[in-house]
Nanobody, 123 residues
Framework: QVQLVESGGGLVQPGGSLRLSCAAS????????IAWFRQAPGKEREGVSC????????YYPDSVKGRFTIFRDKRNSTVYLQMNSLKPEDTAVYYC????????????????WGQGTQVTVSS
């Protein structure tokens, strides 16, 4: 069965870094896009990054561009989100999700989701 497990969240000071991991099982990453979304209390879930099945296309919203980097290690079926220069407004639960081939900005187009990992940016 398809399973995504996130890890790497925690408490970090503003300006710090975290690396989130999304470990995939039950399917082959080669044919799937992986996206990271986040949801802060009282806010809608928003996309923060996505990598297409071929790794040729990567997407970032302006709010994280230049600070976040998504990359994939197919050997261990894991997608990472490197987050640098973190800000208090990055505080949220971060989720990874997958869909066939190409990225989408719509949460409804992702069939499989992980359980989420909490990221808190605070001094």
């Amino acid at each position: 069965q398809v399973q995504l497990v996130e890890s790497g969240g925690g408490l970090v000071q503003p300006g710090g870094s975290l690396r989130l991991s999304c470990a995939a099982s039950g399917f082959t990453l080669d044919s799937y896009a992986i996206a990271w979304f986040r949801q802060a209390p009282g806010k809608e879930r928003e996309g923060v990054s996505c990598i297409s099945f071929s790794d040729e296309r990567r997407y970032y919203p302006d709010s994280v561009k230049g600070r976040f980097t998504i990359f994939r290690d197919k050997r261990n079926s894991t997608v990472y989100l490197q987050m640098n220069s973190l800000k208090p407004e990055d505080t949220a639960v971060y989720y990874c999700a997958t869909r066939s081939l190409y990225c989408s900005g719509s949460t409804s187009r992702y069939a499989y989701w992980g359980q989420g990992t909490q990221v808190t940016v605070s001094s």
